[in-house]
Every structure is written in structure tokens, then in C-alpha cells.
């Protein structure tokens, strides 16, 4: 199924990327919900967390990795920063292709409760 995310990659719908290398894309989101809201999405196809192969565990530590470098260049990396992954409906996924939230800016507080 071709996603939002995808065609992003493809170039086919504008973004405002912010980091790219040979395996990882990372624009901004649309609806932020912090002061910084980036999502780092891996140029491989695999609609959720569930369905990276236990053997590719690289897939997932390349985004987490482009995300702490990301936080490092822009300067809030010492403030601190959350990132996050949804998998599924009840865990608030909403796109079908992996990605991971870096949220920044403000203290962010707890999370976790159920709405």
C-alpha cells in the first residue's frame, strides 16, 4: 500500500525534510505536537514496528541514530528530547510505514495514558 510517507520519499508531495541519507528520510510533521516534531522514516517498506525481521534489527537503530544526531546539530540535544514509535491502531499508529517521532522544544512532561 503506497502511503503518505511514500510518496514523500518518492518525491511525488512536497515536505520540509530536514535530514536524508541512503537509508532514512526526516521531515517535519504536518501537525506538530511540540515546538519541534520530526519524523524519521527508513526508505525501506514495512507498514509497522511488527513487520521489521527480527534480523534486521539495523532498520530500527538507523532511525534512532539519525534522530540523536539530528537533535545534536540543531542544539537541543543536551535539553533533552523524546522519541517515540506507535504500532497499530491502539498504539496511535496512523501512516502504514514504520517512523519515528523525535519531539523537542518544551519540557514535554509524562506520557502513556490512556484516552
Known sequence: MTTIF?????????????FEDDHVIAFRD????APVHVLF??????????????DAPEIIGR???AAARY??????????????MNCNAHGGQTVFQIHLH???GAPLGRFGTAT
Open 63 to 65: 532511525l534512532a541514530v
Open 102 to 104: 523525535l519531539l523537542a
Open 41 to 54: 522514516v527508513p526508505k525501506q517498506d514495512f507498514a509497522t514496528l511488527n513487520d521489521v525481521p527480527v
Open 6 to 18: 511514500h510518496k514523500i520519499i518518492q518525491r511525488e508531495i512536497p515536505a520540509d525534510i530536514v
Open 71 to 84: 537533535a545534536k546539530e540543531q542544539g537541543f540535544a543536551e535539553d533533552g528530547y523524546r522519541i517515540v
Open 30 to 33: 504536518i501537525a506538530p505536537q
